[in-house]
């Protein structure tokens, strides 16, 4: 049963941390999105890529997060410096666009909580 | 602009009762796609069903059933015979179907309480 794995599934830090949230995707998917839940702002996307290059990422801050996919098989989220508005759960999906758009699959989420 | 709204943003039944979560959308696409996902207390959203906008027959699925109708640019879904099990938030999306992009956008989702 395939299925978006993503580490750590909690992280607890101090304002001013680097954070670094890990994805990998559901293998032979060629799109990842990444989005941040939290109870005031609902689901939101950060960005995506598709077959590794971003093709949206007007959802991030630029001054502090960015989003990279090393590998086909590595998605990373970085925050640096992060902030105690960061908090939220950080979720990861892939899918596999061949035309039509692609049905989501989410990995578990990253907890982040910035004291 | 896409935009998908969840009227509904808590719902409390019984168990085996039926209840419907409402799905309105909006979009200039005439090609779109219509998602549902359920996000159980574990937290992980879990993919329910997808539909495009081309087919508007209904789906059923065990107790499950979407009524898909593009005069009213609703998608809704109705959990026949509740179990408490069901307890999740439901999250309604919408995709475009450029393919250069694939962007969702998500109701607020419907918070339903199943009780016993």
């Known amino acids: 049963d395939a299925r978006v794995t993503q580490t750590p599934r909690h992280k607890v830090t101090e304002m001013g941390q680097e954070v670094t949230m890990r994805c990998q995707p559901i293998l032979g998917h060629n799109t990842v999105f990444w989005y941040r839940q939290t109870m005031m702002q609902g689901l939101e996307l950060l960005a995506y890529?598709?077959?590794?290059?971003?093709?949206?990422d007007s959802g991030m801050p630029k001054d502090r997060f960015s989003a990279e996919m090393p590998d086909a098989t590595l998605a990373t989220l970085k925050i640096q410096p992060s902030e105690p508005r960061d908090s939220a759960v950080y979720f990861c999906?892939?899918?596999?666009?061949?035309?039509?758009?692609?049905?989501?699959?989410f990995g578990p989420g990253t907890r982040l909580t910035v004291l | 602009a896409q935009k998908v709204t969840q009227a509904q943003t808590e719902i409390s039944v019984v168990e085996k009762e039926d209840v419907t979560l409402d799905c309105v959308y909006e979009?200039?696409?005439?090609?779109?796609?219509l998602f549902w996902y359920k996000q159980p207390p574990s937290g992980e959203l879990v993919f329910l069903i997808r539909r495009n906008s081309f087919d508007e027959q209904n789906e059923i699925s065990g107790r499950y059933s979407w009524n898909f109708q593009k005069s009213t640019s609703s998608f809704n879904f109705t959990i026949t015979a509740s179990q408490v099990v069901d307890s999740a938030v439901y999250f309604c999306a919408l995709s475009e179907a450029d393919t250069n992009a694939g962007k969702s956008t998500f109701g607020d989702g419907t918070t339903l309480t199943v009780k016993p």
């Open positions: 890529f598709r077959n590794r290059a971003p093709l949206d």
């Open positions: 979009t200039r696409d005439t090609t779109y796609y």
């Open positions: 999906a892939s899918g596999l666009r061949t035309g039509t758009p692609d049905t989501q699959y």
